[in-house]
């Protein structure tokens, strides 16, 4: 960002030591970059773990539908409920989503983690990946609640609402957890910037 706003000519000048600014800047730099390096590898492989276990329970979950197949057609046997349909589409959407997070995760463990790389790309990949990570958990509680709802309601009628609640708490805490998180990321990257922020301006009385 500094060097958007310098004259041509300085960014080409060096100092006593012949380093010119973009390589000063780079050696003062270089433990941040290392942290950083550290701190993305640990965290996607970390998450890769869970959307890899995610998309494996709802790969599974697509082939063991609740109420079984029919055994001479092999269609399940709640093919025609509107709670099956939610079945169907929320397992197929935590599966698909789990997987662009594993993709995401794995483009920041092979990233080379370049200077350049720390400004949009891996804040970018990090950010789709929670956000994709978040979605898939969200998806396959839904998937869970609905499977007991299916196989449950005909017996406890009430069985819904706690469901629902029960469900709703991991996918509220994982949210209250990394939401500020995404939210700082987004910012740093998308935001404004040093330069960029809206002046205050202060009325100062006199006498």
Known sequence: EVESIVQPKYKEMVNLHYKTPRALFSDQHKKLVEQGEKWMKETAESCTVVAALIATIMFSAA?????????????????????????????????????????????????????????????????????SLFFSIATMMVTFGVTLVIILKARIAWVSFPIILLASLPVTLFALLQFPLLVEIFYSTYGPGIFNKPKKWWIIETE
């Open 63 to 131: 082939f063991t539908v609740p109420g079984g197949y029919d055994e001479y057609t092999g269609i399940p046997l709640y093919l025609h409920r509107n709670s099956f349909m939610v079945f169907i589409v929320s397992d197929a959407m935590s599966l698909f989503s789990s997987c662009t997070s594993v993709l995401m995760f794995l483009g920041i463990l092979t990233s080379r983690y370049g200077e350049e790389d720390f400004l949009k790309s891996l804040p970018r990949q990090l950010i789709i990946g929670l956000s």
